[in-house]
């Protein structure tokens, strides 16, 4: 188990589209999105950081589907995609 009080990398997911130019709004996070949700992804320093970006999708009145902390597996090899969360395609 990690250290609850250090960086750590999540996976946060909404309905509804985003387009990249939303990344400034969520500080520079890497969003990508299919055809129905949007994935907001990136490190956040702490838990105050990640419930600042909660907020955001709250202000926003985005329907939160899902938050996921990452494994170190996958912060390793980010560009690996795996059967319950694949990577999807640059838009």
Not at 2 to 20: Q, T
Not at 50 to 75: P, T
Request: glycine share 8%.
């Amino acid at each position: 188990m990690s250290d609850p009080g250090s960086p750590a990398r999540y996976e946060i997911r909404v309905e509804g589209v985003l387009g990249r130019r939303w990344a400034a709004w969520f500080g520079n996070l890497q969003i990508e999105n299919d055809e129905r949700q949007t994935i907001i992804s990136g490190s956040f320093t702490d838990q105050a950081a990640l419930h600042g970006v909660l907020a955001k999708v709250r202000d926003l009145g985005l329907c939160l589907v899902s938050i996921r902390r990452l494994d170190e597996a996958e912060i390793r090899d980010p560009g690996a995609p795996d059967q319950d969360h694949p990577r999807l395609p640059d838009s």
